[in-house]
């Protein structure tokens, strides 16, 4: 039995094992941002400049995890 079922399923996982990855990065470094514009409001007296970075980094980092777990383990 062939253990590959489409022949593009090699390099569409080797490109999946890129893209997860720095998105999964990307995410984090996002929300980062985000969190660290919400606790800095506490110290002054406006709102968090930055904190719709977080609510884009959420998903983005979702999406990263996601594919890096469909690269990795099937």
């Given at each position: 039995?062939?253990?590959?079922?489409?022949?593009?399923?090699?390099?569409?996982?080797?490109?999946?094992?890129?893209?997860?990855?720095?998105?999964?990065?990307?995410?984090?470094?996002?929300?980062?941002?985000?969190?660290?514009?919400?606790f800095r409001a506490f110290g002054s007296d406006?709102?968090?400049?930055?904190?719709?970075?977080?609510?884009?980094?959420?998903?983005?980092?979702?999406?990263?995890?996601?594919?890096?777990?469909?690269?990795?383990?099937?």
């Amino acid at each position: 039995m062939p253990r590959d079922v489409d022949p593009r399923h090699g390099t569409l996982r080797r490109v999946l094992r890129v893209v997860g990855p720095v998105l999964l990065v990307a995410g984090v470094v996002l929300v980062g941002i985000g969190f660290a514009s919400f606790f800095r409001a506490f110290g002054s007296d406006g709102p968090p400049e930055h904190f719709w970075v977080a609510v884009v980094g959420m998903p983005v980092f979702a999406l990263g995890m996601f594919l890096t777990k469909f690269a990795f383990v099937g």
